[in-house]
């Protein structure tokens, strides 16, 4: 017979079992926030999220922040992603802001048709840009810089336009870039040790360059030899695919023309400048091409001008044009860049090499003074007319005329924080940020440990900050284009520049001057954040998605309530994604989410659930 226990008792017993039972959940709860932050043994098996494919991309990520449960259902809810379906074939390699037919609209004057001239928002496409069928996975670098697989770009025009330049050669099922340029057939090492004659290239002087006509950036290329990074661009015109061979050989690249607006680079950004045979007119137009190349020419940078009109007395036969012409073209050229201050340096057959004064001081005392630009915000660039007026000096150039070499400039206070040029950034601020992105990149590794092992090349940054993502990953394995938003608090695209890291500014509610599949990593730092009242999500998305090579990869870093609605939208793009704590632990409301392109092209559709299907284009 049982014996009827205290009520009161049974009562108070029942109480401390729920307690016990609320501690152990919490006690579980804070050691598994403990290992996921990194801290405990946690970050141990983030190494399993890696599988080995003939790409070796992610496959899987390791471990799941609390918050990512209920982003998408599957039981076919409100909830699941929007799938986005594949755009025709014909946009397999879709540029938006530079589309041949919408170019034809606008005036051929100043090359303003080859500007950028960006759709609408109802001539948008809502749909993801095709990889070619058989796009192959590039080469490691520096097997890059020589070989392109042929489906990755199957343009043969240029191997038999250029066919005696040495620019590029079709072997077989692969591309071969020999290293030759219109003005270098016999390779770009021998044309660059032309240069190092004259400019201090092998000692870290000399470190950005913009290549002006970079044709498909042999210079560039070879320029990584000397650890000097180039910033290359041209146009999208007949010489079909010269900047989509560029990134697709490892080298930085961007779609643009010197035309009528201003390049989107920062004041003072390159050490060097680089104009071979790139079809530019320099002495036309008042000397505006002229002015904004001095723009973007750190004092003591270096200007080369090679081909026509240089010397033309020796080499006006091999050029079929008549030498009054080019005694004039020469004749210009110099006039301007006297009037630039510039010191001619030498010229080395037909090659000139000018170099900008460190400081206005000399130039003070020239009998021809150029017109002045008014004093403005020196990162008013985008979208902004060229003047025919020349930027003036910083107040102080002392730091200009202590120059540091790289490597010693990337970690050292860049001039325009020393002086106090960019308003709310202090040397506290600048060494504080090397720290804490040493820290973030650190716990990126041991989520993806790909990060620097060869297979990411090409790395964009769409909301750079101060650069220091990319000092953290500094390595001659990779590169980084630096992206200063156009709407961001700060414009510290010039601390880039003077780090010796290249830059560009970008206004992400258009698309980015590039071709598709151009970039193996893309970060983004808040980047939804900052463009959250600004264009929509999923814009932004699709456009990373246009740019991002099949299997590449996606870190996106942002806060959580942020997070959880781009994982939904990237639920129906063909990304595996997974969202992970911030490595201080679960209770910071920044989160980050990882992410891979599958792979997919022209004619199949990889779905949300991993199904493939054929599709008709």
Known sequence: MAIKGNSGELKSRSSASIFIVIGLCCFFYILGAWQRSGFGKGDKIASAITKQTDCSVISNLNYETHHGDDVVTADGSDKAAKEFPSCHAKYVDYTPCQDQMRAMRFPRDNMIYRERHCPPEDEKLQ?????????????????????????NAPYKSLTVEKAVQNWIQYEGNVFRFPGGGTQFPQGADTYINQLASAIPIDNGMVR????????????????????VITMSFAPRDSHEAQVQFALERGVPAVIGVLGSIKMPFATRAFDMAHCSRCLIPWGENDGLYMMEVDRVLRPG?????????????????????????????????????????????????????????TNYDLCRQQDIKPNLCEPSYPGDVWYK????????????????????????????????????????????????????????LKSYKSINNLIDSGRFRN????????????????????????????????????????????????????????????????????????????????????????????????????????????????????WDARMVDHEDGPLVSEKVLFAVKKYWVVGDIITANNKKKKVKN
């Open 127 to 151: 749909c993801l840009i095709p990889a070619p069928k058989g796009y192959a996975t590039p080469f490691p670098w520096p097997q890059s810089r020589d070989y392109v697989p042929f489906a």
């Open 385 to 440: 007319k060229m003047e025919a007026c020349v930027t003036p000096y910083p107040k102080s150039t002392k730091s200009y005329e202590e120059w540091k070499p790289f490597p010693d400039r990337l970690n050292a206070i860049p001039p325009r924080i020393s002086s106090g040029s960019v308003p709310g950034v202090s040397v506290d601020m600048y060494q504080e940020d090397i720290q804490i992105w040493e820290k973030h």
């Open 208 to 227: 950005t360059a913009l290549d002006t006509g970079c044709g498909v950036a042999s210079l560039g290329a070879y320029l990584f030899k000397k650890n």
């Open 459 to 574: 790395i964009m940054d769409m909301n750079a900050g101060l650069g220091s993502f990319a000092a953290a990953l500094d390595s001659p394995k990779l590169w980084v284009m630096n992206v200063m938003p156009t709407i961001a608090e700060k414009d510290t695209l010039g601390v880039i520049s003077d780090r010796g890291l290249i830059g560009i500014y970008h206004d992400w509610c258009e698309a980015f001057s590039t071709y598709p599949r151009t970039y193996d990593l893309i970060h983004a730092d808040g980047i939804f954040s900052l463009y959250k009242d600004k264009c929509r999500a999923e814009d932004i998305l699709l456009e990373m998605d246009r740019i991002l090579r099949p299997e590449g990869s996606v870190i996106i870093r942002d806060n959580v309530n942020v997070l959880i609605k781009v994982k939904k939208i990237v639920g129906g793009m063909r």
């Open 301 to 357: 940078g270096y200007w080369v001008l090679s081909g026509p009109p240089i010397n033309w007395r020796t080499y006006f036969g091999a050029w079929k044009r008549p030498k009054e012409d080019l005694e004039e073209e020469q004749r210009k050229i110099e006039e301007i860049a006297r009037l630039l201050c510039w010191e001619k340096l030498d010229e080395l057959g037909d090659i000139a090499v000018w170099k900008k004064r």
